[in-house]
């Protein structure tokens, strides 16, 4: 799925390993949606500031990511 907000990168589905929270993260630009189908329709929130803000790195190597699937 390319990202709405850049139109660049290709969004992932990934889990954050030290919590299990399922995320969805642009490869191009981190903006970040917490559901599938907020994508596009509510606001992004930044990879990094959200990271941060859970006292995590605002690393991928924080993520198990996989590619969303077509369809």
């Known amino acids: 799925m390319l990202c709405p907000r ?3 990168g ?3 589905k990934a889990q954050i390993k030290k919590n299990g929270e399922e995320i969805f993260v642009c490869q191009e630009c981190e903006a ?3 559901a599938l ?7 992004f929130t ?3 500031a959200y990271m941060e ?3 995590l790195c605002p690393l991928w190597d924080e993520l198990i990511v996989q ?3 077509p369809g």
């Open 6 to 8: 850049c139109e660049q």
């Open 10 to 12: 290709d969004i992932v």
């Open 32 to 34: 970040t949606w917490f």
């Open 37 to 43: 189908k907020e994508i596009g329709v509510s606001p």
């Open 46 to 48: 930044d990879f990094s």
């Open 53 to 55: 803000g859970l006292g």
């Open 67 to 69: 590619k969303l699937r």
